[in-house]
């Protein structure tokens, strides 16, 4: 067994639980974030002027299509408001969410122990670090042994000097191309993965061949790719045989951005982000295939116009919306609960 002696339950900022409490599940949220390191400079005079204006009915519409241009929109670490926001998803019949905020993005232990507790959600602590534009000053002079240290801290000790503990190792952010910083830090996570059991998270870079090329590197480094979630699925993959070589290797794929329908994706213009129905046939043809155990879904809210109080779909899209289309589609019940319950409480209990 590994060090944290978890076998069998999911590490939560409350405490661990056994799988079987985990329930609904979304893995790939942020539940409070400072997310202006990929604030996107508008170039004309309106959009540097609307940049900096505070969100409201006459400017929502612009903030909705240049989501990462709005200063505002792009950092919320208000407790109550993350909290009013869970508290939907729970009546939703939401259980768990996963709180993707890794170092450099502001994470904040005290602030998700709260907001479990007020909104009656378990919430599962990341670890580890984001890509390197969010890098704090020092992380490349540092070790990977050193990394790995740390993160095996947060999940057996705590995290940032309280005793409020991570249960996933991520999301591990990756830029295209994969920095050497970036590498050292997979290195670490991959390290910290196999003596903890904890699961791993990562943020691929946007380009098709990156998960591949990690995975290759996992798999080269020791990791465990049955215990790791390769997160943004939908904006980074767009060919059929490129998902299915993916596919193959058995990690687990995590739609996460189920709710995020502005087609234009200012991170990457030349490609597009898919809206739902896209997710939905895209989900069908891996489950044709075979791989619905290795599906997860998430919404990874990461931006203020994305909360309900800010005219967005808000943290329950999933359980109230989703899941009910996809059994409108033709799923089964049990093929919805593999999803959103069955595989979550697979991947986030530690082994
Ligand atoms: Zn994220």
Known sequence: MAKSGLAGKAQTVLGPIDAAQIGIAVTHEHLLIDFRVVFVPPTSEEGKALSKQPISMSNLGWVRYNWASSLENLRYEDEALAAREAAHYARAGGRTVVDATSIGLKRNPRALANISKAAGINVIMGSGYYV??????????????????????????????????????????????????????????????????????????????????????????????????????????????????????????????????????????????????????????????????????????????????????????????????????????????RMLVDNPARVLAFV
């Open 132 to 337: 390197q534009a969010s890098h704090p000053q020092g992380l490349h002079a540092r070790t990977v042994e050193d990394i790995a240290a740390e993160i095996e801290r947060d999940i057996t000790i705590g995290a940032d000097g309280t005793a409020i503990k991570s249960g996933i190792i991520g999301e591990i952010g990756c830029s295209w191309p994969w920095t050497r910083d970036e590498k050292k830090s997979m290195q670490a996570a991959i390290i910290a993965q196999a003596r903890t059991g904890a699961p791993l998270l990562i943020h691929p870079g946007r380009s098709e061949t990156a998960p591949i090329e990690i995975v290759n590197f996992i798999v080269k480094n020791g990791g465990n790719l049955r215990r790791t979630i390769m997160g943004h699925i939908e904006r980074t993959i767009f060919t059929a045989p490129v998902l299915d070589e993916l596919a193959a290797t058995g990690i687990y794929l995590e739609y996460d951005l189920f709710g995020h329908d502005s087609s234009y994706y200012p991170f990457a213009p030349q490609t597009y982000m898919p809206n739902d129905a896209q997710r939905l046939e895209q989900i069908d043809r891996l489950i044709a295939n075979g791989h619905l155990d290795q599906i997860l879904l998430a919404h990874d809210v990461c931006s203020r116009h994305r909360l309900k109080e800010f005219g967005g779909h808000g943290l329950d899209h999933i359980p109230a919306r989703v899941a009910p289309w996809m059994k409108a589609r033709g799923l089964s019940q049990v093929q919805v609960d």
